[in-house]
Every structure is written in C-alpha cells, then in structure tokens.
C-alpha cells in the first residue's frame, strides 16, 4: 500500500516535485522569518535583561512599585543561600533611592542606583554601555555615571563635579560631591535620563545603610528562569517579593507574544495555501486514476484502503516538502546566525538599545515543531477530500469510466 | 448431481435514462455449475455487463435473489462484498486491467497481498502464473511496456492466482485482434480444463462464441436461450 502510493507520486514525477517545492518552499519562507523574528526578540529580551534589569529581581515586598531606601530584602544571606542550592553563582546586590542631581546649571531628579562594579559585572553588562569616559571602577569612590541626557540637562561632562542630594535611613538630608566618570548612551530613554549610578559602598555610606541592599538581581539562560523564580518564591516568605524581568517590564513580552500570535496567523495563511497546493495534486492524481481504483475495487481492495492510499500520498507529498523545507530552512537560518543581517541604517536610536543593528537569526524549537507539524497536519487535511470521493466511488461506475 | 455455483433467479435492474426507464435486466433466472465454461452473448444493450457486475458482487439487483458459491450475495454489506471478491472471483474486464505503476508479477501479486500473502510467497506464486499464461520473463515489464494482448494475459494470471470459484471477463477479445483474441481464449479453455475454474465471459466475439461450452443468449435484459455445447 505504502510501495504503492510512492510509485504513484513517482509516476507523477514533474506534479509531485512541483508540489513538493511548493511546499519546501512555503515552509523554509516560515522557518527563515520565524529565524528572524525570533532572533529580533531574543535579542531584545536578552538585551533588556542583560543591561541593566536582570533575569529576576528579589526586593522586600511592594519594593518595585513603591521604593523607599528603608524598605530594603529583609534577610540578604537567607536569598544567597536559596540562589545558591538554585545552583546561580552570581548575584548583584544593589540600593536605589530618590534623588535630586545638582550640575554646573541646574538640578535634576533622578534615581539613585549604587551598584558594585565588580560584582555588577558578572551579572549584568550595563559598563559596556558608557560611551564617553569609564564606567565604576572602585566600590568606594566618589563617582558617578549619568545618561548623555541628564548630563547634558545638568551641563556636565566626564571629569566634572555633581551633588547628590538624598535623604538617609534617618529621613535626614544626605549630600555628596561626587565626579562625573562616565556617560551612558543607550538610546534607552529611561537610562539615558533619570538615572545615577554611583558605587554601592559610597552609597550605603553615604545613607547609613551599610550592609543593606534594595534589590537581589540575577541572570539566567531564558531556560530556567521559571524554575528558579518559583523555587525562589517557594522558599521565600511574603516579606519578599520575586519579580521575573517581564513582571517588571509586561511591555516587551507582551508586544513579542502579540507578534508572535500575528505570525501565527501569516502561518495559517501559509498553510492553507500548502494545504491547497497539496490538495490539487492529490485530487488530480485521484481523478485521473477512477477507473483503476474501480478495478483495485473490483480485485478486493476495500474503500477504506483506497482512502488509506490516497491519505498516504498526500503525506507522503507532505513530509518529503518538510524534510527538504527543514533542511535548506534551518541552513538559512544558521548561516545568518553567522553572517548576520545588518539593519544598522533602518535603526533609530530607541531600538538600538534593544537590538543590535546586526540581526543574527534564531529559531526557537517550539515554533519549529508547531511550525512543522502544521505543515503536516495541512497534508492531511489536503487528504480528507480527495479521499473522501475516492472511498464513495462505486466500483461499476469506476470502472465504466475512462 | 452437480455442484451449483450460481444460482439467479428472476433477477431485475432498472436504470433511469432521461425521462425514460432501462431495463437492463428484466427477470434473469440462470444456474451455472462449477466448473462451467459459459459465455454470455447478445446484442449490444442486451445486459450482458449488467449481469456479470451481479455475479461479481459490484452491483446489486433491485429484486431477485442471487446465491454464488452457497452465499447470499443481495444480503452482504459492501465490505462483505468486496471480501467476498477477493476470496471468490477473479475479474477480467475489456481494457487496462492493470495498475500502471506497478510490474507484471506485481500486479498478479498486488491480489495476493490484499489477500495478506508475505512478499516472497506472492512473488514466487505470480511468476508461476505469469508462466502459466505464457508470459515467463515479462514479470518486470510495466504495463504500458507490453501490448494489449500480453496485458490480457497477466489479468488472467492476476484471476487465476488468488485461486476463485469463479473467474468473470467482460468482453476480453474486444481490443485485441483476431490472432491474440483467439490465443485468450485458448488459454482460458485450457485453464478451464486444468484448473477446474469455472469461466462466465460476456462477449460477442465470434471467436469467443464459438469456444462455449455453455452458450447463453441475451437480448432486452432477459435470457432467450441456454445451450450446452
Ligand atoms: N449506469 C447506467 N445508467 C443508465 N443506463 C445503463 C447503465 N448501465 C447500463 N445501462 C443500460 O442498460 C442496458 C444494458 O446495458 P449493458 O451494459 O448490460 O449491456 P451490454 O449487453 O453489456 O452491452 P455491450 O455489448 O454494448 O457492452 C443498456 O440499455 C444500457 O444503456
Ligand atoms: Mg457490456
């Protein structure tokens, strides 16, 4: 039956390669934008959490959305210890506050975030995005990175002195003279403006909150990041609250989830059109072969094993459309992977923060999978009419027709 | 008392032309022994086709009764039907018998595998029948790379080796010519003779006709005559 349907597609050699093209091609079309689309998101959500946020944040309870220096993780070596037995090496202790910036013109509020640099840089990548000046060197210093637009509001250039004004853990006012180190150009307007870095241990010092941090970020593989956010909320009390990068930010995984559903869509449009394709064959090479299926009737050969045979075909025609469109597809994709497509000059400067301007295709397994078992689920849907007519053919009339 | 293979009795079959009725069968009685070599013959619209597509079990009579090989056929489902068919009958029709994509020996052993024979066992029963009709060493040839009469021969083989009670062929000399029709139907007797297989052939071909050993005439969906020759 099986030797059968193959010799029957074979037989059609020029139709069934055509379908088969067909096919490939609308699938390797499919595997080459999903490539695209999610290397774009990727890379953004992979920016996003590398720069600056993290993978997941641990704060005391309501810290993120309403930070107040005194409201600081209730017990820091109870967190190192579950991050630990969660088998993540590095976490980035940090402190933010409110604070008003005062440069050679005028003053400008801001948020206030003390970081480690060392132990910041094994956690996010936030020195790589200085562009004038250095990032943080010394946990101790006296300095403090600013956004290209805060420091331009405040007329200020690397080298140049900054007061900080805050209050400390007492509600009392806090100043410090601090020198301006370096400037951030992201192209992320929420760096670029709004926001002061200074080293953690000046800034504890400077508030009196020596040994207390505001927030616990971590950096995971996209992989685990669920499994340790839920082992972390299991061993943490409600003291705590842990935060995965998009309950910070919903905006971003909601905008990739909402393309993702419109690729779904232009995926259906694809396959129905596959399904189409495969459909017209399949029923073409039915109808041209009545009068043998009358006779194939007429030897024993049972309606349902005619329906079997046309089913066959169509997946048949299916499958071998998928492995060439898998093939030359994910050769696609992993030569752009290397190559990379460059976009630099269709960027403006918002998605660069978020994207690089070589965009390096990636494909994530399960929209491969679904991709593909669409794909194979439009074969057989193609198979459902022609064989359909063929099991309602009736062998005298079959096999009068010629 | 001889074995009975066919039993009809007053078999009928309308068909709706236009406005008009056909009656392609009007009240068909007819015993076939085992082992009968008969020969339907008619004019042309006399219901010869129509009757045989009733002993082959591919179409059913608006009344009557019909009993082949001591089985009810008017009462069998279509499946029933169709497994009836390959247990019991062999068919020869006018023209393209085969399955085009498939090799001689194939086509004899495609009965086979329906009939759940392993590969090497249908493979080896086909060319023996493929042999049998004269055409040893053709086993590889497609279809349309033999001409119409070797055609004829591989569906007789293809009849013969799912072992029938009854082999059925519709006008098989009809696009042959005269030297290789008669050459079928030489075969055929011969296969009758030996096999014991009994043989209804629907022809008006002189040739055929003349080969009878049970000659039934046909004309207006009714029998007019049966003669034992
Ligand atoms: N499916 C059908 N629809 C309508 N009329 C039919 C159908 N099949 C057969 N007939 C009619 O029934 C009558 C008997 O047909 P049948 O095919 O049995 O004749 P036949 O003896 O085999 O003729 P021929 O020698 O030409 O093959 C004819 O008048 C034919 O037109
Ligand atoms: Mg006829």
Same mark, same amino acid.
């Given at each position: 039956?099986?030797?059968?349907?193959?010799?029957?597609?074979?037989?059609?050699?020029?139709?069934?390669?055509?379908?088969?093209?067909?096919?490939?091609?609308?699938?390797?079309?499919?595997?080459?934008?999903?490539?695209?689309?999610?290397?774009?998101?990727?890379?953004?959500?992979?920016?996003?959490?590398?720069?600056?946020?993290?993978?997941?944040?641990?704060? !005391?309870?309501?810290?993120?959305?309403?930070?107040?220096?005194?409201?600081?993780?209730?017990?820091?070596?109870?967190?190192?210890?579950?991050?630990?037995?969660?088998? /993540?090496?590095?976490?980035?202790?940090?402190?933010?506050?409110?604070?008003?910036?005062?440069?050679?013109?005028?003053?400008?509020?801001?948020?206030?975030?003390?970081?480690?640099?060392?132990?910041?840089?094994?956690?996010?990548?936030?020195?790589?995005?200085?562009?004038?000046?250095?990032?943080?060197?010394?946990?101790?210093? %006296?300095?403090?990175?600013?956004?290209?637009?805060?420091?331009?509001?405040?007329?200020?250039?690397?080298?140049?002195?900054?007061?900080?004004?805050?209050?400390?853990?007492?509600?009392?006012? !806090?100043?410090?003279?601090?020198?301006?180190?370096?400037?951030?150009?992201?192209?992320?307007?929420?760096?670029?403006?709004?926001?002061?870095?200074?080293?953690?241990?000046?800034?504890?010092?400077?508030?009196?909150?020596?040994?207390?941090?505001?927030?616990?970020? /971590?950096?995971? @593989?996209?992989?685990?990041?669920?499994?340790?956010?839920?082992?972390?909320?299991?061993?943490?009390?409600?003291?705590?609250?842990?935060?995965?990068?998009?309950?910070?930010?919903?905006?971003?995984?909601?905008?990739?989830?909402?393309?993702?559903?419109?690729?779904?869509?232009?995926?259906?449009?694809?396959?129905?059109?596959?399904?189409?394709?495969?459909?017209?064959?399949?029923?073409?090479?039915?109808?041209?072969?009545?009068?043998?299926?009358?006779?194939?009737?007429?030897?024993?050969?049972?309606?349902?094993?005619?329906?079997?045979?046309?089913?066959?075909?169509?997946?048949?025609?299916?499958?071998?459309?998928?492995?060439?469109?898998?093939?030359?597809?994910?050769?696609?994709?992993?030569?752009?992977?290397?190559?990379?497509?460059?976009?630099?000059? @269709?960027?403006?400067?918002?998605?660069?923060?978020?994207?690089?301007?070589?965009?390096?295709?990636?494909?994530?397994?399960?929209?491969?999978?679904?991709?593909?078992?669409?794909?194979?689920?439009?074969?057989?849907?193609?198979?459902?009419?022609? %064989?359909?007519?063929?099991?309602?053919?009736?062998?005298?009339?079959?096999?009068?027709?010629? | 008392?001889?074995?009975?293979?066919? $039993?009809?009795?007053?078999?009928?079959?309308?068909? !709706?032309?236009?406005?008009?009725?056909?009656?392609?069968?009007?009240?068909?009685?007819?015993?076939?022994?085992?082992?009968?070599?008969?020969?339907?013959?008619?004019?042309?619209?006399?219901?010869?086709?129509?009757?045989?597509?009733?002993?082959?079990?591919?179409?059913?009579?608006?009344?009557?009764?019909?009993?082949?090989?001591?089985?009810?056929?008017?009462?069998?489902?279509?499946?029933?039907?169709?497994?009836?068919?390959?247990?019991?009958?062999?068919?020869?029709? $006018? %023209?393209?018998?085969?399955?085009?994509?498939?090799?001689?020996?194939?086509?004899? !052993?495609?009965?086979? @595998?329906?009939?759940?024979?392993?590969?090497?066992?249908?493979?080896?029963?086909?060319?023996?029948?493929?042999?049998?009709?004269?055409?040893?060493?053709?086993?590889?040839?497609?279809?349309?790379?033999?001409?119409?009469?070797? $055609?004829?021969?591989?569906?007789?083989?293809?009849?013969?080796?799912?072992?029938?009670?009854?082999?059925?062929?519709?006008?098989?000399?009809?696009?042959?010519?005269?030297?290789?029709?008669?050459?079928?139907?030489?075969?055929?007797?011969?296969?009758?003779?030996?096999?014991?297989?009994?043989?209804?052939?629907?022809?008006?071909?002189?040739?055929?006709?003349?080969?009878?050993?049970?000659?039934?005439?046909? @004309?207006?969906?009714?029998?007019?005559?049966?003669?034992?020759?």
């Amino acid at each position: 039956m099986f030797a059968l349907a193959w010799r029957n597609i074979v037989r059609n050699a020029r139709r069934s390669l055509i379908t088969v093209s067909a096919v490939a091609l609308g699938l390797i079309s499919l595997i080459f934008l999903w490539g695209f689309n999610d290397g774009v998101h990727n890379t953004m959500m992979r920016n996003l959490q590398q720069v600056i946020v993290g993978s997941i944040q641990i704060h !005391a309870d309501g810290f993120f959305h309403h930070p107040k220096l005194v409201h600081t993780v209730p017990d820091v070596n109870r967190v190192a210890g579950l991050l630990k037995s969660a088998g /993540v090496a590095h976490y980035s202790g940090r402190l933010r506050t409110f604070a008003l910036a005062a440069g050679e013109d005028s003053s400008e509020g801001l948020i206030l975030l003390g970081i480690d640099p060392l132990v910041e840089r094994q956690v996010t990548r936030m020195d790589s995005k200085v562009d004038q000046g250095r990032f943080l060197r010394d946990n101790q210093e %006296a300095a403090c990175v600013l956004g290209r637009t805060t420091a331009r509001n405040l007329g200020v250039v690397p080298g140049d002195e900054v007061v900080l004004l805050s209050e400390d853990r007492y509600g009392s006012l !806090a100043a410090e003279r601090v020198r301006l180190v370096g400037v951030i150009n992201s192209g992320e307007m929420g760096i670029d403006r709004g926001l002061a870095i200074v080293p953690l241990g000046f800034m504890q010092q400077m508030t009196g909150m020596q040994g207390r941090y505001s927030e616990i970020v /971590v950096q995971l @593989q996209p992989a685990r990041l669920e499994a340790v956010a839920s082992q972390l909320k299991q061993g943490l009390d409600q003291s705590y609250e842990v935060l995965r990068w998009y309950d910070m930010y919903p905006m971003m995984k909601q905008w990739v989830e909402l393309e993702n559903a419109f690729y779904y869509i232009f995926l259906s449009i694809v396959l129905l059109i596959v399904a189409a394709g495969i459909m017209n064959t399949v029923l073409m090479s039915m109808l041209e072969r009545i009068h043998e299926f009358g006779v194939m009737m007429a030897l024993g050969c049972g309606r349902m094993q005619l329906a079997g045979m046309v089913v066959i075909e169509s997946v048949l025609l299916g499958v071998a459309g998928i492995a060439i469109g898998v093939m030359v597809g994910m050769l696609l994709v992993h030569y752009f992977h290397g190559v990379g497509i460059d976009l630099s000059d @269709q960027m403006d400067s918002i998605t660069r923060f978020y994207l690089n301007p070589v965009v390096r295709t990636e494909i994530d397994t399960d929209h491969l999978l679904n991709t593909v078992l669409a794909v194979l689920m439009a074969a057989l849907l193609a198979a459902v009419w022609p %064989a359909i007519r063929a099991s309602r053919l009736e062998p005298v009339e079959a096999i009068r027709h010629v | 008392m001889a074995d009975i293979l066919i $039993q009809a009795a007053a078999l009928h079959k309308s068909y !709706a032309s236009g406005d008009a009725v056909v009656k392609a069968l009007d009240g068909v009685d007819l015993v076939v022994e085992r082992g009968a070599f008969v020969v339907l013959s008619g004019r042309s619209g006399s219901g010869k086709t129509t009757l045989l597509n009733m002993f082959g079990a591919l179409d059913r009579p608006d009344c009557g009764t019909l009993t082949l090989a001591g089985q009810d056929l008017l009462a069998m489902s279509a499946a029933e039907r169709a497994r009836f068919r390959l247990r019991h009958l062999g068919f020869v029709f $006018q %023209a393209y018998n085969l399955i085009r994509v498939l090799n001689a020996r194939e086509n004899v !052993a495609y009965v086979l @595998q329906l009939q759940g024979m392993d590969k090497k066992q249908r493979f080896a029963s086909a060319d023996r029948w493929l042999a049998a009709v004269g055409l040893a060493g053709f086993e590889q040839r497609r279809p349309d790379q033999m001409s119409g009469g070797q $055609q004829q021969r591989v569906a007789v083989a293809r009849a013969l080796a799912a072992a029938p009670d009854l082999i059925l062929a519709d006008e098989p000399t009809a696009n042959l010519d005269s030297h290789n029709g008669e050459s079928l139907i030489a075969l055929m007797e011969r296969l009758n003779r030996e096999e014991g297989t009994t043989f209804v052939i629907a022809s008006h071909d002189p040739t055929v006709i003349a080969a009878a050993r049970t000659l039934v005439t046909m @004309q207006d969906g009714r029998i007019e005559a049966v003669n034992h020759l």
